[in-house]
């Protein structure tokens, strides 16, 4: 978009010399001070460029150098769309007005716009607009002499009910140029004759494409017609939307704003907690979807997609919604929760002691153990002086019955073992055997 820009503003005259000294030092003219607009929640990739044109993860941009280029608003809808047509057409015109503000702008500081990238539906938070807003964007652009690029990466290759998503804005001229990738197989581009070069190697790869790829996306395309998948699209998608629109009415106060196009669908939970847990209990159902924005559940189904599967989905997406209960946090003041359940404990605290005062209680506790008498005295003591010593066993320590009879088995065991006598020693024992009939060797 930049070659065709520049090539406008020069007169359709071939590159200078002065052009081509200055582009190696990175300096005007041979490097023009050109920017690409782009619209806030913006996804279109992760290079320096497109980088620049991407606003949903901070955290990918991060630390990196960017370009100052104009950002405008992409419309906010409310939904049911029937229901707040009025107030939709109104974001359609705040934005539009903006981006020709912004075209203003950035032509009174010297950096004109030579393009706008687009997403048909914003990725991020899977964000729609009307056909009237890309056809006022067309039309803007048209009049501005600015080229419009619609990023289909995600959107492309049949996921609408149309191969190309911006089929379905009725949009009154050609696009400039389109960007696909991802369900493609195979990322890659293509735009009208007005932004081809005129010079040869002004795009250039040192790899020139991927062939293998190209087969693939011939044989998705050829099995898209051959199954008529657009149809069923359409069709299904439709089904689905509706029976999302119908479960939003009987749980209005759990899900709402659902929006998209064909299979590309989304709505959003009552809060984010609530959107992760019914995501949760939908993946251990066997349900694979994704998350978008602060609270927006995705889909995005495959293009086989059939009703007989979005009816499973909706029963199990209603089964979900059923068990799931939100439960909102508590905001008990601290004087009720006193008052209720009393003062919290004191928290236990041990007396400090000096080590050396440590040490002396340790010692003067092993001194009290060594006191204490052991059982023969305490029979002694306990026998009182009037009862003869023939008596005495009646009060015997019942640890010294134990010790005799353990005396007494081990005494019972030790039958028939030799002593260890460490002076003795030990007879050899054979180390060979020559065979049958002879005597080992000692």
């Known amino acids: 978009m930049m070659i065709a820009f520049q090539r406008t503003q020069r007169g359709q005259t071939s590159i200078t010399e002065e052009d081509l000294k200055s582009a190696i030092l990175n300096q005007p003219p041979g490097t023009p001070e050109l920017t690409i607009m782009s619209f806030k929640n913006a996804e279109h990739g992760t290079t320096p460029g497109a980088m620049s044109a991407s606003h949903s993860n901070a955290l990918s941009k991060v630390d990196i150098p960017a370009f100052d280029w104009p950002i405008a608003d992409f419309p906010k809808y409310k939904y049911p769309l029937d229901h707040f047509e009025s107030l939709n057409k109104g974001q359609d015109e705040r934005c539009l007005a903006m981006v020709e503000d912004l075209v203003d702008h950035c032509e009174k500081r010297n950096m004109p716009v030579a393009g706008i990238a687009v997403e048909p539906i914003q990725s991020d938070c899977t964000t729609e607009a009307s056909a009237d807003f ?173 009703k007989r599967h979005a009816d499973i989905f909706l029963q199990k997406l209603e089964e979900v919604i059923k068990e799931t209960e939100l439960k909102k946090p508590k905001n008990d003041k601290v004087e009720d929760i006193i008052a209720k359940y009393g003062p919290p404990p004191k928290p236990f605290s041990r007396p400090r002691v000096h080590p050396c005062e440590q040490a002396a209680s340790q010692k003067e506790m092993k001194i009290e153990k060594k006191k204490k008498l052991p059982c023969e005295a305490k029979n002694k003591k306990s026998i009182r002086p009037d009862i003869k010593a023939s008596d005495k066993s009646d009060f015997s320590d019942p640890c010294d019955a134990h010790l005799e009879d353990w005396q007494r088995e081990c005494k019972a065991m030790s039958k028939g073992v030799k002593k260890f006598n460490p002076d003795e020693k030990p007879a050899k024992k054979p180390v060979a055997f020559d065979g049958p009939g002879v005597e080992p060797k000692a």
């Not at 009415?249 to 929006?259: A, E, G, K």
Request: charged share 20%.
């Open 134 to 306: 890309f056809q006022g964007l067309q039309q803007i652009t048209n009049r501005r002499g600015i080229y419009l690029m619609f990023d289909e990466s995600r959107t492309g290759c049949g996921a609408t009910g149309k191969f190309w998503c911006h089929e379905n804005f009725c949009l009154p001229n050609r696009v400039d140029a389109v960007v696909f990738g991802e369900k493609c197989q195979l990322a890659g581009f293509f735009h009208s004759l007005e932004l081809s070069p005129q010079e040869r190697d002004r795009i250039y790869e040192p790899w020139m494409g991927d062939p293998v790829k190209l087969y693939i996306l011939e044989a998705i395309i050829s099995l898209i017609e051959r199954f008529n998948l657009m149809k069923q699209v359409q069709k299904t998608g439709d089904y689905l939307k509706n029976g999302l629109m119908d479960m939003e009415v009987s749980y209005y106060d759990l899900i709402h704003s659902t929006r998209g196009m064909g299979t590309i669908l989304a709505f959003d939970a009552q809060c984010p907690a609530l959107r992760d847990n019914i995501v949760c209990h939908l993946r251990k159902k066997g349900v694979i979807l994704g998350q978008c924005g602060s609270q927006g559940i995705s889909l995005r189904p495959s293009l086989t997609f059939t």
